[in-house]
C-alpha cells in the first residue's frame, strides 16, 4: 500500500540556522523558508536525490508543534511521511485493521490530500500518508 519515502520531517528550534547547517554544513539544496498558516509552521524543503527532508518550525501560538519543540528544545524527528496512491483506501484499509489515526484526511502542507497515523500503533513513529 506505502510507496516512497516523500519526506522526513524534523521540528528545528532556528529555521534559519538550521537551513545554513544543511545547506552550508551538508551541502544540500535547501529552499526559501514558506509560511503555512493553516498548519500553523514554517517550513525549509531540503531536497536529496531520493527524498526530502522537511524542517518545521512552529509559526502563531496555536501551532501544534509547539509542544514537541517545548519537549525537544534541540530539536528532533517528528513524522515520516509515505506516499500512498489513493488516501481514501489506505484510510479505510487501516481502519479495518484497527490503527487508530489523527483526524480525518485533510489537505496536507503541499496541498495534496493527507492523513496522520497514529504513533502507538506504528512502532513509536508519527506517520504521515500523502496521496500523490
Ligand atoms: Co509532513
Redesign the pocket.
Known amino acids: 500500500m506505502i510507496g516512497k519515502l ?2 522526513i ?1 524534523i521540528v528545528v528550534p532556528d529555521l534559519t540556522a538550521a537551513a545554513a547547517l544543511y545547506r552550508d554544513t551538508l551541502g544540500a539544496q535547501v529552499s526559501n523558508p514558506r509560511d503555512v498558516p493553516e498548519h500553523g509552521v514554517t517550513t525549509v524543503f531540503v531536497e536529496l536525490p531520493n527524498t526530502k527532508i ?1 524542517l ?1 518550525h512552529p509559526l502563531g501560538d496555536q501551532s501544534p508543534i509547539a509542544k514537541f519543540l517545548a519537549k525537544n528544545p534541540a530539536g528532533g524527528m ?2 515520516l ?1 509515505y506516499e500512498v496512491e489513493d488516501i481514501k483506501a489506505a484510510a479505510a484499509r487501516l481502519t479495518a485493521s484497527g490503527a487508530r489515526s489523527l483526524g480525518d484526511i485533510k489537505t ?3 496541498g495534496k490530500p ?1 492523513l496522520f497515523l497514529h504513533p502507538k500503533d506504528f512502532c513509536g513513529t508519527l506517520i ?1 500518508l ?1 496521496e500523490v
Open positions: 516523500n519526506h520531517a522537511e518545521l517528528h513524522h511521511c496536507g502542507a503541499h493527507v504521515e500523502e
